[in-house]
């Protein structure tokens, strides 16, 4: 038997799985725009910064609408087939993300400075696997939908499982290249300033943290498809 939508879950227009997957798609998007803000980093270029955080932070309040319409129409009284309450906590962790997003663009927007050159190729290594760690919370997502439509195959479960599988591996990955590029930051203590060691410092994490909060979310996934 497929999953019935409530007549509640129907003001939302679609079903809470459904709107999840909007809100990841939102993510996605924000990331891609993150993506150019990194490269103008990179390229120390930073006179469209303003504009492109303005474009996250409309992206951001969409987000954050269709996550408190989530919440709004989920209340203790709706039956679902799967834990509300990691449903929700999985909700929380994609929205982490996305403030994630927000919270780099602006960190970077903070102080428009180059990132010394024998960094680059490091930042760039750590970016990707972020960037590769909300693709993977993304498929997530989807995984979860297809395991509720099919109720609960084991097709459908396995395929699921092998995703949150790809983004432990990606995190741990990322935990290793922000570990390497903060020594790397703090051995050029006698060549950088203390904002520049305190803001590059900072960046690493937020960017780590990202990759963080997605194996959250894919881990939330896991546990609402385990039988």
């Known amino acids: 038997m497929r999953f019935m939508r409530n007549p509640i879950i129907e003001t939302l ?38 504009e492109k955080r303005k474009k996250i932070e409309e992206l951001e309040l969409k987000a ?23 449903f929700l906590s999985l909700l929380t962790e994609i929205d982490k993300v996305e403030d994630l997003i927000q919270d780099v663009t602006e960190w970077i927007s903070i102080r428009e400075k180059p990132v010394p050159e024998e960094l680059k190729e490091d930042f760039i290594e750590l970016f990707n696997k972020a960037l590769e760690a909300i693709e993977y919370s993304e498929k997530a997502i989807v995984a979860l939908n ?29 935990d290793l290249l922000e570990r390497k590029l903060t020594k790397k930051i703090f051995q050029m203590e006698d060549k950088l300033s203390a904002a520049a060691l305190f803001h590059l410092s900072k960046l690493v994490f937020l960017l780590g943290d990202i990759s963080n909060h997605a194996e959250n979310a894919g881990d939330r996934v896991r546990a609402l498809i385990a039988k």
Do not use: C, W
């Open 64 to 86: 954050d609408y269709i996550k408190s319409n989530i919440r709004n129409h989920l209340p203790k009284s709706v039956k679902m087939p799967v834990d509300r309450g990691v």
């Open 146 to 174: 297809l395991v509720i439509e099919s109720s609960f195959a084991d097709s459908e479960r396995e395929n699921a499982k092998k995703i949150i599988q790809k983004l432990h591996e990606i995190e741990h990955e990322s």
């Open 13 to 50: 227009g679609k079903s809470p799985f459904e709107a999840l997957k909007d809100h990841a798609a939102l993510v996605r998007e924000s990331a891609s725009i993150l993506t150019e803000v990194f490269k103008n980093l990179m390229k120390d270029e930073f006179t469209s910064l303003n």
